[in-house]
């Protein structure tokens, strides 16, 4: 039976996260004696998950400290997450379609679970994995397979907006990649350029409800 496996990214795709992972960055930052990140600096480092950017900044007898710090304050600051417009309605048009649905995120596993359940988004998804959960973390090729392993999918689609979600489509033999960007301009990150944009998930429902 020809079946298609979405895999969906969680961050600014299907919540709007960013307000809360910037403040959290910059308490932490802050809170250990160092400078604050820009706004475009976050967007920069916006696809690493936080503990690879905190191996990067912090010695390694901070790191862990550094690390329950920061989620600490995330958990504080992300208390109200709100969905993106348009969200609840894609998912469920992804759902009616019979597509398999993966989340898949640089979150770590348990808090990104909890926020699924929050949002009350959870029901839509087959499975939910996150950093911690696999061998590797997003994007990484041991990732890609946990994320689809044991689901009898002709077609894997990525759906994000970061260079790591683009090359997470490129390890399948039929991957797609779809690229959410309000801008509507289509990125190239070197190699990695996506197979479809789209300005909101209105656009990508539309698309999913024709089969693609």
């Known amino acids: 039976m020809f079946k298609t496996l979405l895999l969906w990214g969680w961050d600014n795709i299907l919540v709007d996260t960013y307000p809360a992972i910037l403040a959290a960055q910059n308490d932490m930052l802050t809170h250990f004696g160092k400078a604050p990140l820009t706004e475009e600096q976050i967007h920069q ?28 304050s995330y958990r504080q600051h992300a208390s109200h997450i709100q969905l993106k417009p348009g969200a609840p309605e894609v998912l469920q048009a992804a759902k009616s379609c019979g597509f398999i649905s993966v989340l898949g995120s640089h979150k770590q596993g348990s808090l990104l679970r909890t926020e699924a359940d929050g949002a009350s988004l959870n029901h839509f998804f087959d499975r939910m994995i996150g950093t911690g959960d696999a061998a590797g973390d ?50 190239s990150f070197g190699n990695l350029i996506p197979d479809k944009t789209y300005s909101n998930l209105f656009e990508l429902r539309t698309d999913l409800e024709k089969r693609l």
Do not use: C
């Open 45 to 72: 480092v916006m696809s690493l998950p936080r503990r690879h950017l905190i191996q990067e900044i912090f010695s390694p007898e901070q790191q862990e400290a550094a690390w329950q710090y920061y989620l600490n």
């Open 138 to 187: 997003k994007p990484s090729h041991a990732f890609a397979e946990a994320a689809v392993a044991g689901f009898d999918a002709n077609i894997i689609i990525t759906i994000g907006d970061t260079p790591s979600d683009i090359q997470l489509a490129r390890y399948f033999p039929k991957g797609i990649s779809l690229f959410i960007s309000p801008e509507n301009k289509t990125p």
